[in-house]
């Protein structure tokens, strides 16, 4: 049973254009959630986080949206940039049990040119 | 300081031999986390360590998994009787509870089973 889910494995988008990521999860007693962002042969580095308390965290071009009655997050990044081309993965966890984190399976995001 | 770093980057073996893995965190850091990252899918919880304490297996780390973080620093992934199964990225992140436990990821050791 996987409790959080990006059910696009991949997007591609042109530079300069909104590029949107989507995220669904199950567990209701998920209340933190995170994006990551992983380039080839690195580590996922931290991008932005919101806990069930907001319905809204902004970083820049960087903006996550959580719907919780829908058990929904997306990521926005606006404007897109070719180096922002990297696999980002959705995470989650309970306040209660901050040390374990589950994730999805990543979407493969392409910003082109 | 220069993040998390874990050796060795690559690791090759043949089934049944038994390898082990470090992950050096942030100095500050007094969580320590194991995942593991197979192709295609993101990374999957196996443990976590509060100091030396380890507060938390999850039921993938089979009895060949065993972790340890003696000093509340360093810690080590032995696998004993490697199965071609184990194949996969072994990632290691820590943080802090300061900063509202956002974790900090190594580069990950990629270990093949043959």
């Known amino acids: 049973d996987q409790q959080v889910k990006q059910n696009s494995p991949s997007l591609s988008v042109q530079e300069g254009r909104i590029s949107i990521l989507n995220c669904d999860y199950t567990?209701?007693?998920?209340?933190?959630f995170l994006w990551y962002k992983k380039y080839p042969a690195e580590g996922p580095t931290f991008l932005i986080s919101?806990?069930?308390?907001?319905d809204k965290n902004e970083d820049g071009r960087f903006t996550v949206f959580l719907n919780k009655s829908a058990k929904h997050l997306s990521l926005h990044i606006v404007p897109s940039q070719p180096g922002d081309s990297a696999v980002y993965f959705c995470?989650?966890?309970?306040?209660?049990?901050?040390?374990?984190?589950?994730f999805g399976d990543g979407t493969t995001l392409t910003v082109k040119p | 300081d220069t993040g998390v770093s874990q050796n060795p980057r690559h690791k090759i073996t043949k089934r049944g031999q038994n390898v082990t893995f470090r992950c050096d965190p942030i100095?500050?850091?007094?969580?320590l986390y194991w995942y593991r990252q197979t192709l295609g899918q993101g990374p999957e919880f196996l443990t976590y360590?509060?100091?030396?304490?380890?507060?938390?297996k999850s039921r993938l780390l089979s009895d060949r998994f065993s972790a340890e973080r003696p000093k509340g620093s360093f810690s080590t992934l032995e696998i004993q009787r490697t199965e071609q199964g184990d194949s996969a990225m072994y990632l290691c992140?820590?943080?802090?509870?300061?900063?509202?436990?956002?974790?900090?990821f190594g580069p990950g050791t990629r270990l093949l089973v043959l």
């Open positions: 995470a989650a966890r309970p306040y209660t049990n901050a040390g374990k984190s589950t």
């Open positions: 360590f509060q100091n030396e304490a380890q507060l938390e």
């Open positions: 919101i806990s069930s308390i907001k």
């Open positions: 992140a820590s943080s802090s509870l300061e900063i509202q436990e956002t974790q900090y």
């Open positions: 567990n209701s007693m998920f209340d933190y």
């Open positions: 100095s500050e850091h007094n969580r």
